[in-house]
């Protein structure tokens, strides 16, 4: 679907673009208050049965936190762009995603992230709550900003091939819906208690401030509780009742005065806050060649060295350290290397959603259509099935850390060998056998940070297969690896 007329209709009535500059949802997007609004969207969002059991099966929320949240903050970037062909191109691939999300959850009840009722549901959370976080910020809608939102919303539900009608024509029939969910369909789930309180109390830090994980913890620590806090009272009270979620004395003040001082934020001048810039210095990897990340990196450098100052001045006790030789390639241990790259969705196991997730993130990072994308996603699916046959033990259709510890050979099969191969080809876009900067560039996000002198400034097929290789069979870091598969 494309925007709506921006001057005038047949009767001379004047309308307001659906997407792009101009739209309601243009206004707010570099709002500070929305990522206030988008952590209480997704709760109500994983307190639906089916989008909770898709959360726990499939989604990299708990390991790569920061990976998702860039992830969907591009894919809404599309969507609501004024661009038709990128808004037409990103729900093809959206929908290629939701159908691969199909499972059974708890209770044996099955999900389908197809279910246009469901998607109906996550577009609901995002409108009720940029409706909410107007209101809980003192600037609330007016009736018409309001409908012509809600037309957006509805646009957006379009664009993506659904029945608009899976949601209320009329604005004013939208809140008996809205509560009618809540009351029926809502539920305590597993999703929504790691949201609210889990992940934030052990959020991983942003690649780009990897380095300081002292500090990180100790911000986290007091920050997530009250993240946690906020959302909460942010919620709709009959959920609240339903779920069971604490009452904590002066939430409430908390909550309000987070989004007042939120709202005021955005009198900063121009620049100062833009969604875009922040969220992509926070998975920024401090090795990439983005100047924000170097001036982070030295600062880190100033403070490690001014903390080395002070321990000489008061010592601590003997800390173990890293072996400094190791560098950029040190090994991993075999449980490292789980945790870190293996399981992707953090959930103890390896298993065909954690290679997904791996398929997942290198054809968006690609934007690969199809059949590339099958492509990627078959070969990962005959690795998994070599994985299951080679190192699933017990038989429960996973792998835990412990079969792969004592297994790990067996990683290097034929078929990651294919999985190699086909990386090669849907990164080589213009098929001439080599990976140029720009098509290396295009996977890793980063610096083209390489010996060039033998290649021409280029990967052979060879070589780009034996480094992937090594660090999948031999856990080894690498600077453009780690931040495709292993930081947060």
Known sequence: MGSAPDDSGDDGTSYAPLFGPGSQFHAFFNDPRWALAMVRATVLEAAHPQIGAALIDNSTFVAHPWRRLKNTFLSMQRMFGADEQVRLREAARLNRLHARLQGTGAGDRPYDALDPAVRAWVVATLFESAVTMCRLSGQPFEQQAMEQLYAEFRAFLTAMGDEAGHLPEALADFWPYFDQVVERELENTEAMRIILFKLFDHLPAPPVFSGFPALWATGRALAGPVIGAITVASLPEPFRRKAGLPEIAGAQSVMQGAYLAAGLARFLPDGWIQSAGIVNLLATSPHSDDPRARTITALGDQMKRAGALLRLLAPLPTQPQPDP??????????????????????????????????????????????????????????????????????????????????????????????????????????????????????????????????????????????????FMSGRLRTTPYDPLLAEA
């Open 325 to 470: 030789a190791g560098g950029a390639a040190a090994r991993r241990s075999a449980q490292e290397f789980f945790a870190e790259v293996l399981d992707q969705t953090g959930d103890g196991y390896l298993d065909w959603p954690d290679l997904a997730a791996m398929a997942r993130e290198i054809a968006g990072r690609l934007d690969l259509d199809e059949p590339e994308e099958t492509r990627l996603y078959d070969a990962y699916a005959a690795w998994w099935r070599e994985l299951q046959a080679a190192l699933d033990a017990d038989g429960d259709g996973r792998v835990s850390i412990d079969e792969y510890a004592a297994a790990v050979p067996a990683l290097a099969g034929p078929a990651l060998i294919r999985v190699a191969e086909v990386l090669f080809d849907v990164t080589d876009r213009d098929g001439n056998q080599h990976i140029d900067a720009a098509e290396h560039r295009a996977l890793f996000q980063t610096a083209f940070h390489r010996d060039t002198t033998h290649s021409g400034g280029t990967y052979t097929r060879s070589a780009f297969i034996n480094e992937f290789l090594s």
